[in-house]
């Protein structure tokens, strides 16, 4: 199973961006995805999940300014973040879970099975 993450770049304090993961190599499979970032000196964090059903999850961090949601018939999931911050400012990483975990573990990166390479995003002050 491989993820491609894209759409990552360097954006104005309060602008947008639009990220995407595609999910290839196993048909028929379906996963429950994520995205996590990592900045410089700090430790991954759990930015936002969607289930197989389409439910959402949010760090309080990001909640109201991004939105994550899927295309299962193109087996993609989007991160559409508004209202960017300096401290936005990370290595974006999509996840997927094979495991149909309860909401809490879904903000437990060590529940997802694939990872992809990570996109980086820059918010400039």
């Known amino acids: 199973v491989q993820l491609q993450a894209s759409g990552g770049g360097l954006v104005q304090d309060g602008g947008s961006l639009r990220l995407s993961c595609v999910v290839s190599g196993r048909p028929g499979s379906t996963y429950d995805m994520g995205w996590f970032r990592q900045a410089p000196g700090k430790e991954r964090e759990f930015v936002a999940a969607i289930r197989r059903n389409g439910a959402t999850y949010y760090a309080d961090s990001v909640k109201g300014r991004f939105t994550i949601s899927r295309d299962n018939t193109k087996k993609a999931v989007a991160l559409q973040m508004s209202s960017l911050r300096p401290e936005d400012t990370a290595v974006y990483y999509c996840?997927?879970?094979?495991?149909?975990?309860?909401?809490?573990?879904?903000?437990?990166?060590?529940?997802?099975?694939?990872w992809g390479q990570g996109t980086q995003v820059t918010v400039s002050s």
């Open positions: 996840a997927a879970s094979e495991q149909r975990y309860i909401s809490m573990y879904l903000r437990d990166g060590t529940r997802y099975d694939y």
